[in-house]
Nanobody, 123 residues
């Protein structure tokens, strides 16, 4: 079992930055890939970024590549999403998800989900 708690969301002006954290508990986390997803009102949940359990590989949605680096610190059981150059279209609830040896961009691949954190970018 893995429990996930996101934090770091908030209201920011366009061009600003936020850092989201995904804190995990559970022994399986260190062997779990982690993905970040987001869901805007009226839209489906979409992939943002993912990182392997070792942190050696990452992948990104085209819309955030170069702006939202993902990283993890397994000693702290935490995955981070640094969000730079934020745009109003980045406004959404952001979720982290974990799955043993997962690294994909599909929601169905992940077994555990956090409750989400709201990010609002004003123009």
């Amino acid at each position: 079992q893995v429990q996930l708690v996101e934090s770091g969301g908030g209201l920011v002006q366009a061009g600003g930055s936020l850092r989201l954290s995904c804190a995990a508990s559970g022994r399986a986390f260190s062997r779990s890939g982690v993905g970040w997803f987001r869901q805007a009102p009226g839209k489906e949940r979409e992939f943002v970024a993912a990182i392997t359990w070792s942190g050696s590989n990452t992948r990104y949605a085209a819309s955030v590549k170069g702006r939202f680096p993902i990283s993890r610190d397994n000693a702290k059981n935490t995955v981070y999403l640094q969000m730079n150059s934020l745009k109003p279209e980045d406004t959404a609830v952001y979720y982290c998800a974990a799955g043993y040896a997962k690294f994909g961009d599909e929601t169905g691949e992940y077994d555990y989900w956090g409750q989400g954190t709201q990010v609002t970018v004003s123009s």
